[in-house]
């Protein structure tokens, strides 16, 4: 029988934290792409305020604003802002496009797309959709294009009907809705939704300015894909390098990560302890070329946590402090005694298997 036994408490977090740096979620601004209007809005009709349907029924949304010459209106419909907070991610949120011009991407046909273009092109990890089906779910193709002319694409990517849809998450619900035949509001519990679609960006492609998404309808079922809003989560101009992983001896430590999704300038600047205090301006710092991925630690304290935090230097800038953690001690040994005995075995019936 072969037993490894550790000679200290060994312990790894190949990644403790992303460091000091916070979300920068931001609207994508939509120049083009929005093809028609399904939110009702003001003290016109509702057919005379919007451009069709968002299903293939007869009803729309509303907005807070929208007065029906009934005198009909719902508090809790979309705020007549279009500023959505996202019930699936805080701090995360939706613009949408003036409720008196088109406000959404609505796709009903299968093999069809849609291209939405933003006047903002900013580096990004994730972007994110606000988007729904009516009258059934539906499935799509999303492709980030970006500046240089690359894209990035995601497949296979649900969209629940508006009504109780629980595979994405849920940005917004309760909202209601309005039959534009009649006028008639809508305003079930939790209903309709619009929900919270993600795609991340390749850590190839992070460096890169998102120049438009393209959305395509794959499914053949009825539903009609609505998108009715894009934000995502930028990366800052000086962006930190990531993946950070951590291997241990007895007495050394090696910390390797993947390149900044831009290239530092200035290459990068790390900082390792046994404390756990983060660096600050005038802490003394190492730098190494932006080509350099992993350094290599020697003579350190056996059973010790060292702290190892590490940053783009850009020249003008530096990036935000990324850090990983990694415990020295590990040592194994294999054991050729034979079986151990034990007092604990008291079922006659065990066997080796």
Excluded at 99 to 128: G, K, W
Aim: charged content about 10%; some cysteine; hydrophobic content about 35%.
């Amino acid at each position: 029988m072969k037993l490894k036994l550790p000679r200290f408490l060994f312990t790894l977090v190949p990644l403790m934290s992303l460091g000091v740096a916070a979300q920068e979620y931001v609207h994508l601004d939509v120049t083009s792409g929005y093809n028609h209007d399904v939110v009702a809005n003001g003290s016109a009709t509702s057919m005379a305020s919007t451009t069709i349907e968002v299903d293939n029924d007869s009803y729309a949304f509303l907005s807070t604003d929208f007065l029906s010459p009934g005198g009909n209106s719902y508090a809790s419909a979309l705020p007549a802002t279009g500023l959505i907070n996202s019930a699936a991610t805080t701090g995360l949120s939706y613009q949408m496009a003036p409720f008196d011009e088109n406000n959404t991407m609505r796709i009903p046909t299968t093999a069809t797309s849609l291209t939405a273009v933003f006047s903002n092109q900013v580096m990004a990890s994730q972007v994110f959709l606000l988007a729904t089906s009516g009258s059934g779910s539906a499935q799509v193709t999303i492709t980030v294009n970006f500046t240089d002319d690359t894209s990035q694409t995601a497949t296979g990517v649900a969209i629940p009907d508006w009504y109780s849809g629980t595979s994405q998450p849920t940005a917004a619900s309760g909202f209601g809705r309005v039959n534009r035949n009649t006028d008639g509001i809508d305003t079930p519990f939790g209903n309709p939704r619009l929900y919270q679609l993600t795609v991340n960006i390749d850590e190839a492609n992070q460096g890169k300015l998102i120049e438009s998404i393209e959305v395509t309808k794959t499914s053949t079922v009825a539903g009609v894909v609505n998108v009715m809003g894009f934000s995502a989560n930028q990366l800052p101009s000086c962006p930190s390098p990531t993946g950070l992983t951590s291997t241990t001896t007895e007495n050394s430590g090696t910390v390797s990560w993947s390149a900044a999704p831009v290239v530092p300038t200035g290459g990068y600047d790390y900082y390792m302890s046994a404390s756990s205090d983060a660096p600050t301006a005038e802490t003394d710092v190492t730098n190494v070329a932006n080509t350099v991925n992993e350094v290599s630690f020697s003579e350190l304290e056996i059973g010790t946590t060292y702290y190892f935090w590490i940053r783009s230097n850009c020249g003008t800038e530096e990036g935000d402090w990324e850090m990983t953690t990694f415990t020295t001690g590990q040592m194994s040994t294999t054991y050729t005694g034979g079986d151990g005995s034990t007092s604990l075995n008291t079922d006659t019936s065990a066997t080796s298997t």
